[in-house]
């Protein structure tokens, strides 16, 4: 038992951020962010536009995309760590603005950037199980909740957005959600995370050699496991954190670039949105084509990290 992939959606903010604006504001420059990081532009939400507005939005345009109502689905899952409430969920909420009906169960997790990973790992479990027939993940943040101007090194990092997919039970083990994993290691709490005056402490140069370490490693688990090699694989989609640890990703697994797709030049770092941020704008650009194979590598704050294979 699988699933397909039947519904897309996403949602960034009005108001593009530039390296140039940065520089207005804070001792930075568009050639230091460009060559650390790939950067160039990200979304910033408006003051008053939350998490649950963006995620809203998202879903009801992967609904239209999937031609289905908020009813036709009978679990959401939300990826974020940016929610404005502690309670209730920002997934029931999105269903309350949806109008569901149906007595939707709905709930959020919290793995930080590798959030939408777990999410897809829990939905594979649930259709293999026989337990749902379409389930709608959502990947929302609104980093700028947690952006501390007065902090150049973490400050020009990240975005806002939100991405929606839905995913339907089917008799094929061979679409949708094929394969997943997830790992965490709380020992390495320090090298990222968040305060409780909600600003991002991180060590940038331990985080970067984690992530170039552990997203390779959970590719590498998941071909494994999947009985396929590099060569089967059509697009990587990973976690749009720093163009950096992407390319040493790609190397790492030997991998060619022009096979891996690349946002965070255009969204910088969303978290939990980023993966399903980056998949609805490939589908939305033609990139990737129906039937392809897709490898989705993650890792973050935790630290967690993990990886899916899905086929469109
Ligand atoms: N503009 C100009 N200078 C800056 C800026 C900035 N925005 N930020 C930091 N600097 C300065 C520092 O103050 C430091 O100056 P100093 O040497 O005088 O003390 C210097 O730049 C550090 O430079 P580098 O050592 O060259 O920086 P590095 O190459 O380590 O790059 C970076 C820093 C980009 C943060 C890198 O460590 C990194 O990418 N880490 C991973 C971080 C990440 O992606 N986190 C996201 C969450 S985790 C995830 O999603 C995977």
């Keep these: ?161 939100a991405g929606a997919l839905i995913f339907e039970h089917s008799s094929s083990g061979y679409s949708g959600i094929i394969d997943t994993v997830v790992m965490a290691d709380g020992n390495e709490f320090e090298c990222l995370h968040g305060t409780p005056d909600h600003r991002i402490a991180m060590n940038g140069p331990e985080t970067y050699k984690k992530a170039v370490q552990c997203m390779p490693d959970a590719a590498r688990y998941i071909m494994k496991h999947a009985g396929i090699t590099a060569e089967n694989i059509d697009w990587i989609i990973p976690h749009q954190a720093n163009l950096r640890i992407i390319h040493s990703c790609a190397a790492h697994l030997a991998f060619p670039m022009d096979k891996i797709l690349i946002t965070v030049d255009q969204h910088a770092n969303t978290s939990g949105a980023s993966g399903v941020l980056a998949l609805a704008y490939a589908l939305d650009n033609d990139i990737i084509q129906h039937g392809q194979l897709i490898l989705y590598p993650a890792f973050g704050s935790g630290l967690t990290w993990g990886a899916a294979l899905i086929r469109i």
């Design 1 to 161: 038992m699988g699933s397909r992939l039947v519904g897309y959606g996403s949602y960034l903010p009005e108001h593009i951020m530039t390296n140039q604006d940065f520089e207005r504001l804070m001792d930075t420059t568009d050639e230091w962010i460009t060559s650390r990081t790939g950067i160039k532009t990200r979304h910033f939400a408006r003051d008053d536009e939350t998490v649950v507005d963006m995620a809203t939005i998202a879903a009801q345009r992967a609904l239209d995309n999937a031609k289905l109502t908020i009813n036709d689905i009978d679990l959401i899952m939300v990826a974020t760590t940016t929610p404005e409430l502690d309670f209730p969920s920002v997934g029931v909420q999105v269903s309350g603005r949806l109008g569901a009906k149906n007595n939707l169960p709905a709930f959020d997790l919290r793995g930080a950037c590798t959030g939408y990973i777990y999410a897809l790992h829990c939905a594979r479990g649930f259709f293999t199980a026989g337990m749902h027939q379409r389930i709608m993940i959502i990947g929302a943040e609104k980093m700028t909740r947690f952006i501390d101007m007065s902090d150049r090194s973490t400050a020009v990092l990240f975005g806002d957005g």
